[in-house]
């Protein structure tokens, strides 16, 4: 059976964690290991961990001061076991006791490098947010509760990029899309109940819309700069033309925005490091 190691960083979680403990202590699969790891909590985190460890022989706690949540998500992968991992807030938990019976149960992901499926929109019952494409991608992120990524993957790309704050887990999700030999696989359940309060909250959706080419750019070759200048000229001359009616009736026929992902899409596909 593949061993799955799930990553929760934590910091103050008292309020959560023991919600998130029980759904990932309640699987069905049971060939996976639960990490934590602690920023020095200052309130009851460790001790409702410690009462469940006794509980979960598999519950793992570790308590070290880190350098971001990043950080704490690279400490986790060099202390993960499994051959797959996935990345559990602390305010987070599996949508039901299935979920890892319904990916590993069988040897259907053996044929996979990278999994991912939906989660839902805290309170609301939406679920977020269906099979994506490359221009999909580049507008929105694929929420990490939702993917389950082979460890020999995320050590390829040396774990997530910590001078990001939020983020790091996108430029991975790029890369893997970027690279067709990586196997990339979408399967329609719900992962994980996704809360809106922490760091990975939808809150952020307008930063990472500001800072996607600024985090590109870090991972493209050098020669493309002007390249990527010219396409952002383009779309400031596109905006300008927005307001025109021959411009109103092309938007009910093709959706210009998505083109420009695509051409952004496949032009740093060619270039990424």
Known sequence: ??????????????????????????????????????????????????????????????????????????????????????????????????VLQKLFGNREHERFDFIYGDVEWGE???????????????????????????????????????????????IINFRCFADDDIRKKYVSIPIAKYSLNGLSSTANDQKFLENRKAILQKYLSPELNALLQKISELESRLETMRTSAAFRLGSYILNPSKIFNLVYFYTYKKHIK
């Open 1 to 98: 059976m593949t061993k799955v190691t799930i990553i929760t960083p934590s910091y103050n979680v008292e309020k959560h964690i023991e919600q998130c403990i029980l759904s990932v202590g309640s699987q069905k699969y049971k060939n996976f290991e639960h990490l934590i790891l602690d920023n020095k909590s200052s309130d009851g985190t460790r001790s409702i961990v410690e009462k469940y460890q006794k509980k979960y022989s598999n519950l793992k706690f570790y308590s070290k001061k880190d350098r971001g949540i990043y950080n704490a998500m690279n400490q986790g992968i060099k202390y993960a076991k499994g051959e797959w991992l996935y990345f559990l807030g602390a305010d987070d938990s599996f949508f039901d006791n299935s």
């Open 124 to 170: 609301t019952g939406k679920m977020y947010d269906g099979r994506f494409t490359e221009a999909k991608l580049f507008d929105k992120n694929i929420c990490h509760q939702a993917i389950f990524i082979r460890k020999s993957l995320l050590l390829k790309f040396d774990g997530f990029d910590e001078s990001f704050k939020i983020l790091a887990d996108w």
